[in-house]
């Protein structure tokens, strides 16, 4: 951990940085770098917030020079409002850092819990003594943090993020198919840990974590979810600023189907029916996403 730092990716809204907060009211203590681009007019309001709290960096790059560098699934090249772009600066920057292993993140989470105990067991309320508002809090994300590292160093190259779980897989509670019992599942959404050495080119304008992994699957690249741990944050579309605004212009389906472009054979969009929020959202088929390659021992003989 001693090259290590968590990236928070962050455009247009210094005081609404949700995640630098909750790291450290949740128990990291270590390096924080924001990472921010030279179109971003709130630039210098970051600098005066954060600039000076310890362990604290603020990085800017610059957004246009990356322009036609990676497949940002449009023609709309002059359009730069995409978290994509930090996406895939982050590989010059951690270099730039002399970082080995980071945490990408976005801006808007609002809390990290724990969702099966420490015998893997379904979380309920009776197991632990430090809760808030929801979900059953943990106040060490320091040694959190290193487990994750720890189990990615350990993984073959072709693993290129392990991710935590988001509160939505939990739909369903322990019947859904994340509450049953602790595991890795084959996606990567919202938050990665990485390696320096195994980079990573997201792909899409929008949806890029969902096109990025079921693309990078097809070609046996490994992204992997571990739901033993979640973060929770705002519904998309009900914080202003990063790119809610380009959701609320375009709607899910536009940002759903981004990723039926790149991936039309196990990809489709279809209704998400959330009480609070039904929406059209994507759906991958992994029987149709992932490779299934066997040993040549267990194959069947003719």
């Known amino acids: 951990m001693d090259n290590f730092a968590a ?15 909750t790291l450290r009211k949740q128990g990291y203590t270590g390096r924080i770098v924001f990472v921010i681009d030279d179109t971003d007019a709130k630039g210098d309001e ?10 604290v960096e603020i990085y800017c790059f610059d957004k246009k020079a990356m322009r036609g560098s990676f497949d940002i699934g449009d023609n709309n090249l002059d359009d730069f409002r995409a978290v994509i772009f930090a996406r895939n ?5 951690v270099a730039e850092l002399g970082l080995d292993y980071f945490l990408v993140l976005d801006d808007d989470y609002f809390q990290f819990i724990w969702r099966f105990t420490d015998k893997f067991e379904w979380a309920m309320a009776r197991h632990f003594e430090h809760r808030e508002d929801s979900g059953f809090y943990t106040s060490n994300l320091d040694a959190i943090f290193k487990c994750f ?23 369903g509670g322990h019947a859904g198919a994340f509450g ?9 959404m919202n ?5 320096a050495d195994r980079p990573i080119q997201w792909v899409a304008r929008v949806n890029d974590d969902v096109t990025t992994y079921v693309t990078g699957a097809t070609r046996g690249d490994v992204y992997f979810t571990l739901n033993q741990i979640a973060l929770n944050q705002p519904q998309t579309q009900s914080s202003s600023g990063g790119l809610t605004e380009f959701y609320l212009a375009t709607g899910t389906y536009v940002k759903s189907f981004y990723s039926v472009m790149f991936h039309p054979s196990g990809t489709k969009v279809k209704m998400l029916n959330s009480r609070s929020n039904p929406r059209l959202h994507h759906s991958v088929d992994s029987n149709k996403t992932a490779p299934k390659i066997l040993r040549e021992s267990v194959r069947r003989s003719r």
């Open 46 to 55: 970051y600098r005066e917030r954060f600039g000076g709290e310890p362990g």
């Open 7 to 21: 990236l928070i990716l962050t455009y247009g809204r210094p005081d609404k940085v949700l995640t630098y907060y």
């Open 180 to 188: 049953q019992l602790v595991t890795l599942r084959r996606k990567a």
């Open 191 to 195: 938050s990665f840990f990485c390696s």
């Open 149 to 171: 590292v720890e189990f990615l160093a350990g993984t073959p190259s072709h693993v290129k993020t392990i991710a935590m779980a988001q509160g939505g897989d939990f739909i």
């Open 89 to 93: 600066a982050v590989t010059d920057i």
